[in-house]
């Protein structure tokens, strides 16, 4: 499992970011402190507090494809 930081302010983002995380296989969890969704989810995105960076969990060893799709929301 990897964890990313992401950062998702404008509803534009998460529809982008929704997107792209759609059109893999593995799951991809979304966590905003004790509180976590599918990153497939746009409703469950919604839910969170996106004032914050949130922390992206990926479950597979071979994620680079996704990581360089995502890097506009990637926070260092």
Do not use: H, Q, W
């Amino acid at each position: 499992m990897k964890s990313i930081k992401i950062n998702l302010k404008m509803a534009e983002n998460v529809k982008a970011f929704v997107n792209i995380t759609a059109k893999y296989d593995y799951d991809i969890d979304l966590r905003s402190g004790r509180f976590v969704v599918d990153a497939k989810s746009i409703l469950g995105i919604f839910s969170l507090d996106l004032s914050k960076p949130l922390i992206m969990e990926v479950y597979s060893p071979a994620c680079d494809d996704l990581l360089t799709e995502l890097a506009p929301f990637i926070v260092d």
